[in-house]
T-cell receptor, first 117, second 113 residues
Framework: AQKVTQAQTEISVVEKEDVTLDCVYE???????LFWYKQPPSGELVFLIR??????QNEISGRYSWNFQKSTSSFNFTITASQVVDSAVYFC??????????????FGTGTRLTIIP | GAGVSQSPRYKVAKRGQDVALRCDPI?????LFWYQQALGQGPEFLTY????????KSGLPSDRFFAERPEGSVSTLKIQRTQQEDSAVYLC???????????FGQGTRLTVV
């Protein structure tokens, strides 16, 4: 069975600080996809990134960066120079092998990030 | 519309009542997904459609839950004889094809009293 663990339930940092959200996953599949989503108070899930299991390159997009380490089954997310608008619940998710990457996501329980002005 | 639209946004149902939740995906999106999100938890997969075909319904918690997408566009999630444990936010998502980004709606918050 697949599992995603986000051990940090809540994090608060002062604006402009860097913050890292942890994600650890379990799967028996050799091919899988990892995701990060942001859920603001309005409720919709906003897609941030998808990474397949064969691509371990770290990725940077503006103030966001992701560190994928297969050896530790982790896919951590760092926000640099945090802003108040980054306040939200962030979910890490994993999809099963056999699909094309979206069909059945297993989500973690989320990390509520609060940026203090 | 520009995004995935779900209606109603909020629904209060008496225990035992039947409810129907609607999802209007982004026009032209082939894939459609339903998820259930309990308070303080991550979303949990319910079911997946490709066009009108329901390819995976393994996440539906009981036979009281039924989803359809008869014309491959709008989808309805129906819950019969609602129970308190059905209280949750029901999220719908769509994607152009399976291997592209899925866009989520704002969800329907169902409260069973």
């Amino acid at each position: 069975a697949q599992k995603v663990t986000q051990a940090q339930t809540e994090i608060s940092v002062v604006e402009k600080e860097d913050v890292t959200l942890d994600c650890v996953y379990e799967t028996r599949d050799t091919t899988y996809y990892l995701f990060w989503y942001k859920q603001p108070p309005s409720g919709e899930l906003v897609f941030l990134i998808r990474r397949n299991s064969f691509d371990e390159q770290n990725e940077i997009s503006g103030r966001y960066s992701w560190n994928f380490q297969k050896s530790t089954s982790s896919f951590n997310f760092t926000i640099t120079a945090s802003q108040v608008v980054d306040s939200a619940v962030y979910f890490c998710a994993l999809s099963e092998e056999g699909g094309f990457g979206n069909e059945k996501l297993t989500f973690g329980t989320g990390t509520r990030l609060t940026i203090i002005p | 519309g520009a995004g995935v639209s779900q209606s109603p946004r909020y629904k209060v149902a008496k225990r035992g009542q039947d409810v129907a939740l609607r999802c209007d995906p982004i026009s032209g999106h082939v894939s459609l997904f339903w998820y259930q999100q309990a308070l303080g938890q991550g979303p949990e997969f319910l079911t997946y459609f490709q066009n009108e075909a329901q390819l995976d319904k393994s996440g539906l918690p009981s036979d009281r839950f039924f989803a359809e997408r008869p014309e491959g566009s709008v989808s309805t999630l129906k819950i019969q004889r609602t129970q308190q444990e059905d209280s949750a936010v029901y999220l719908c998502a769509s994607s152009h094809i399976s291997n592209t980004e899925a866009f989520f709606g704002q969800g329907t918050r169902l409260t069973v009293v």
